[in-house]
T-cell receptor, first 110, second 113 residues
Framework: QQPVQSPQAVILREGEDAVINCSSS?????VHWYRQKHGEAPVFLMI?????EQKGHEKISASFNEKKQQSSLYLTASQLSYSGTYFC???????????FGKGTKLSVIP | DSGVTQTPKHLITATGQRVTLRCSPR?????VYWYQQSLDQGLQFLIQ???????AKGNILERFSAQQFPDLHSELNLSSLELGDSALYFC????????????FGSGTQLSVL
């Protein structure tokens, strides 16, 4: 079942923060986050496994709430290079199928 | 460079035809995934193979089929093509575990005229 992402699109000015949400109606084993720039292949950002841990680097991090089957991607102090479409992908317990949401288009402007 | 190779990069064909898309996974990866991405659409999961065996199947049309060969490369066959099959087809590979990251190839852009 396809996870639901919100918002569908967001426009930020450089230096602003953003949160992208991903939710599922089924029990999740893992949540993946990828970024795709126009005309390019998706690129891996991070994976979160069940357990509610938060992962990431300085300015891009994510959390996974196992009980709510939700994940959020946090982008702080956005840069122009953050522009692209962000996809969350999920696997269910006992499943290897990685199903992606419809994506969130992020545009960072000067 | 992700290490995943897809050929051809572009394919233009006519309705009713059959095409084959090829994917070579990263060295050492055992699992191959196929995704379809239409204009402004997300990544639709088609099928996954692990070490030559089908592992997961998504909403793949009966006109589509795939396989993974002993050398681990994979082929996606699309037949009786329709205009609506025009899309970007991505192959991705991973080591094979459920929680492992995917490395995507650059895709094959299929145009059905």
């Amino acid at each position: 079942q396809q996870p639901v992402q919100s918002p569908q699109a967001v426009i930020l000015r450089e230096g602003e923060d953003a949160v992208i949400n991903c939710s599922s109606s089924k029990a999740l084993y893992s949540v993946h986050w990828y970024r795709q720039k126009h005309g390019e292949a998706p690129v891996f950002l991070m994976i979160l496994l069940k357990g509610g841990e938060q992962k990431g680097h300085e300015k891009i991090s994510a959390s996974f709430n196992e009980k709510k089957q939700q994940s959020s991607l946090y982008l702080t102090a956005s840069q122009l290079s953050y522009s692209g479409t962000y996809f969350c992908g999920t696997t269910g317990a006992g499943s290897y199928q990685l199903t992606f949401g419809k994506g969130t288009k992020l545009s960072v402007i000067p | 460079d992700s290490g995943v190779t897809q050929t051809p990069k572009h394919l233009i064909t006519a309705t009713g035809q059959r095409v084959t898309l090829r994917c070579s996974p990263r060295s050492g990866d055992l699992s191959v995934y196929w995704y379809q991405q239409s204009l402004d659409q997300g990544l639709q999961f088609l099928i996954q193979y692990y070490n030559g065996e089908e592992r997961a199947k998504g909403n793949i049309l009966e006109r589509f089929s795939a396989q993974q060969f002993p050398d681990l490369h994979s082929e996606l066959n699309l037949s009786s093509l329709e205009l609506g099959d025009s899309a970007l087809y991505f192959c991705a590979s991973s080591a094979g575990g459920a929680g492992e990251k995917l490395f995507f190839g650059s895709g094959t852009q299929l145009s059905v005229l």
